[in-house]
């Protein structure tokens, strides 16, 4: 049976909320430090144009079946000609994003400089907890919990009588780590609330490709089947009468 642990207030006065404001303290300075490091780098007017050209052919098959068939074969030509469509990139001009990223030191730096705001604080403080308040038993979840949340809650504790619904001073610096985005979003802005899921995602990434959009997006395109629905209306405006009608 688990063991019902009585918390001293103590450990909620020196542990638990000094915890929780140095988190929030610092993930309000990275972000400041994050923003004094950025470089301001011009748009490419390549990517915004063919930016341009995926949202215009996105319009295209979502509103295919409301323009004429000599229309849309006129437009989709347009957009898919295999010589000079605008969706059409060949082979030999398709870019990698890699290589474009350890192409320009400028990326490269950036990235370097986002991935270091991210990894050194985290480290720092990580030590910080793991030195001072390593062994604590934090809080408490106020509903009970499986077997399966024990390692996420209990991180640093190894004991397998303490119930589940206890948190230790090691996860509950996990916990804040990644679940303060809400209010970093009231303190910062939603656009500036910093995201460490986010981030981690990024470091995996090395780019946009472009080139893999303008095909999936012509690929898209080309198997539309056009029905030109205006013809029909007075026919369904005509069947809905008689059913109002007639009910």
């Known amino acids: 049976m688990a063991e019902e642990l009585v918390l001293d207030t103590a450990i909620r006065?020196?542990?638990?909320?000094?915890?929780?404001?140095?988190?929030?303290?610092?993930?309000?300075?990275?972000?400041?430090v994050s923003k004094l490091m950025r470089t301001s780098q011009l748009p490419d007017?390549?990517?915004?144009?063919?930016?341009?050209?995926?949202?215009?052919?996105?319009?295209?098959?979502?509103?295919?079946?409301?323009?004429?068939p000599k229309s849309f074969r006129a437009r989709k030509l347009y957009y898919t000609n295999e010589e000079n469509g605008l969706l059409h990139v060949p082979k030999g001009q398709a870019q990698n994003p890699q290589a474009q990223m350890f192409s320009d030191p400028n990326m490269a730096m950036d990235m370097m400089k986002k991935?270091?705001?991210?990894?050194?604080?985290?480290?720092?403080?990580?030590?910080?907890?793991?030195?001072?308040?390593?062994?604590?038993?934090?809080?408490?979840?106020?509903?009970?919990?499986?077997?399966?949340?024990?390692?996420?809650?209990?991180?640093?504790i190894?004991?397998?009588?303490?119930?589940?619904?206890?948190?230790?001073s090691r996860s509950w610096y996990?916990?804040?780590?990644?679940?303060?985005?809400?209010?970093?979003?009231?303190?910062?802005?939603?656009?500036?609330?910093?995201?460490?899921?986010?981030?981690?995602?990024?470091?995996?990434g090395f780019g946009f490709d472009p080139s893999k959009s303008l095909g999936a997006e012509k690929d898209g395109l080309d198997i539309v089947q056009h029905d030109w629905v205006l013809p029909k209306f007075e026919q369904r405006a005509e069947a809905v009468l008689k059913k109002r009608l007639s009910s």
């Open 174 to 204: 996990f916990l804040n780590l990644f679940g303060l985005r809400g209010l970093f979003s009231l303190i910062l802005g939603e656009e500036n609330a910093t995201d460490d899921t986010q981030r981690m995602m990024q470091m995996s």
């Open 13 to 32: 006065d020196w542990v638990l909320i000094p915890l929780s404001v140095v988190m929030v303290l610092i993930g309000i300075l990275r972000y400041f």
């Open 115 to 156: 991935n270091l705001s991210m990894i050194v604080p985290q480290t720092l403080t990580f030590a910080w907890v793991n030195f001072f308040f390593s062994g604590f038993v934090a809080a408490k979840i106020p509903f009970p919990l499986t077997q399966r949340f024990r390692s996420m809650l209990q991180n640093g």
């Open 45 to 68: 007017s390549k990517i915004i144009k063919e930016g341009q050209v995926i949202i215009r052919a996105r319009n295209l098959r979502a509103a295919a079946n409301f323009i004429p």
């Open 158 to 168: 190894d004991l397998s009588t303490v119930d589940v619904s206890y948190v230790s």
